[in-house]
């Protein structure tokens, strides 16, 4: 697979200094159930990476002591993690929020029978990734199968009270498109999301985030195969916002690798580009847990045109809808 940061990080991007932190996103290993094409961690079911008892325990005392108000669990399948349900339990009983990044079709595997009332018994939000409400299109994305599976997964979190309003439980849909263009408007493509999955399936949700595809990794590769890289960053670059500049997620938040390293996004840690601090070439959580890290510059290049462009793009979808 070829690799876009070589021509990434030729491309010159806004500075940019880090903020309060209120979110820790942990990236708990790269096995996965499923194994999507424009998936930028490149998990799949023989992936073996894991993160540790002795690295989650690291996670909750930074939670603790930095007074997180967010922990946002992703992967690979989150779930798949040995310590995912310890991490969840200490994170809520210190008060955080949790947000799970979960992939639907996790319910229907084996040892994972009792997921949704464990979600849904510590107010976990989900948000999961559903690149269509059309059942071609996320099966050519995710997987034969995928988009059924899926289906299934909706049904079972609406029966446990999910997606409905005056539950409080959230079930929030992603959406990312399927080649080298920006996402339409959000709240468009989500009245289309609930008459069509409501219409058809008898489905309910929250919000649909929309993301925007960021030029790294499979992704990355793929336009690169397809002679679209310039083409697709020239489009992310005329589309910039400097208004969206405030509102990118690393400004709030940092992203721990499996094994506790950080790096101020998700998509800087597919990149291997460690957060830089106090001198070192890579930063352990370990090692932040009595820092003060704030107003810190963040490492940028090409692909942050990824999160700025149009309506913006972050783990919370559309900035403007994210900031809210
Ligand atoms: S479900 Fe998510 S983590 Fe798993 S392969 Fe697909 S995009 Fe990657
Ligand atoms: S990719 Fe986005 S979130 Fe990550 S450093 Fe760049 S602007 Fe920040």
Not at 8 to 35: K, M
Not at 160 to 176: A, C, F, P, R
Not at 254 to 264: A, T
Not at 286 to 311: K, M, N, S, W
Request: charged share 25%; hydrophobic share 35%; with cysteine.
């Amino acid at each position: 697979m070829r690799d876009t940061w070589p021509l990434l990080e030729q491309i010159a991007f806004p500075p940019i200094r880090r903020g309060r932190i209120d979110t820790l996103q942990i990236n708990v290993g790269y096995r996965c159930n499923q194994s999507c094409t424009h998936c930028h961690v490149n998990a799949g079911p023989n992936r073996t990476e894991e993160m540790s008892k002795e690295v989650a325990e690291v996670v909750l005392a930074f939670i603790e002591r930095h007074r997180i108000s967010t922990l946002d669990i992703t992967g690979g399948a989150p779930e798949l993690n040995a310590h995912f349900r310890r991490l969840v339990t200490a994170a809520r009983h210190m008060g955080a929020k949790v947000m799970d990044r979960c992939n639907l079709t996790i319910f229907e595997v084996p040892g994972q029978d009792d997921l949704g009332e464990f979600l849904r018994d510590h107010q976990v939000k989900i948000v999961a990734s559903m690149p269509c409400y059309l059942q071609d299109n996320v099966d050519r994305q995710r997987g034969k199968g995928v988009f059924d599976g899926s289906i299934r997964g909706l049904r079972l979190l609406n029966a446990l009270g999910y997606g409905h309003d005056g539950t409080g439980l959230i079930l929030n849909l992603v959406y990312n498109p399927q080649g080298p263009s920006l996402p339409p408007a959000q709240d468009q493509l989500e009245a289309d999301y609930k008459r069509v999955l409501g219409a058809r399936y008898g489905v309910v949700f929250n919000r649909l985030y929309t993301l925007t595809n960021m030029p790294i990794q499979r992704f990355g590769a793929i336009l690169l195969a397809h002679g679209e890289f310039d083409q697709y960053l020239d489009l992310l670059q005329h589309a910039h916002l400097d208004a969206n500049l405030d509102e990118v997620m690393c400004r709030r938040m940092i992203s721990v690798d499996w094994r506790g390293y950080v790096y101020d996004c998700d998509f800087n840690q597919m990149l291997d580009l460690p957060l830089q601090h106090a001198g070192r070439d890579r930063t352990h959580l370990a090692d932040l847990l009595d820092a003060d890290f704030e107003g810190e510059p963040i490492r940028v290049a090409g692909h942050c045109y990824g999160c700025t462009a149009g309506q913006g793009s972050s783990c919370g979808g559309a900035l403007k809808e994210a900031a809210e």
